[in-house]
């Protein structure tokens, strides 16, 4: 199995950055698409963005493509998302999430989840 460990998240203000990490324990890393997800107060969790295993491919939410970047290094069993020109709207527990197939990330089944990091945008 894997662990899945986020870190970065914050409170900033409307147009500012924020770099999310999640760190994954498990030698079985490379082998998993990787995913961030967020869940608003009172909203039920969505798809943010993927990437596939080799870093070839990502994935994104209309809403934040321009804003977010996904990245992976494997070496260091490490899923990044870059997030610039934040907004309130943005304000979020995100979640990292991990399974062997693209389609489990898509639609949220994805098998390991991380405990989530809380982001902040203030207006």
């Known amino acids: 199995q894997v662990q899945l460990v986020e870190s970065g998240g914050g409170l900033v203000q409307a147009g500012d950055s924020l770099r999310l990490s999640c760190a994954a324990a498990?030698?079985?890393?490379?082998?998993?698409?990787m995913g961030w997800f967020r869940q608003a107060p009172g909203k039920e969790r969505e798809f943010v963005a993927a990437?596939?295993?080799?870093?070839?491919?990502?994935y994104y939410l209309d809403s934040v493509k321009g804003r977010f970047t996904i990245s992976r290094d494997n070496a260091k069993n490490t899923v990044y998302l870059q997030m610039n020109s934040l907004k309130p709207e943005d304000t979020a527990i995100y979640y990292c999430?991990?399974?062997?197939?693209?389609?489990?990330?898509?639609?949220?089944?994805?098998?390991?989840w991380g405990q989530g990091t809380q982001v902040t945008v203030s207006s």
């Open positions: 999430a991990a399974d062997s197939r693209l389609a489990y990330i898509r639609a949220g089944k994805g098998t390991y």
């Open positions: 498990g030698r079985t890393f490379r082998s998993y698409v």
């Open positions: 990437i596939d295993w080799s870093g070839s491919s990502t």
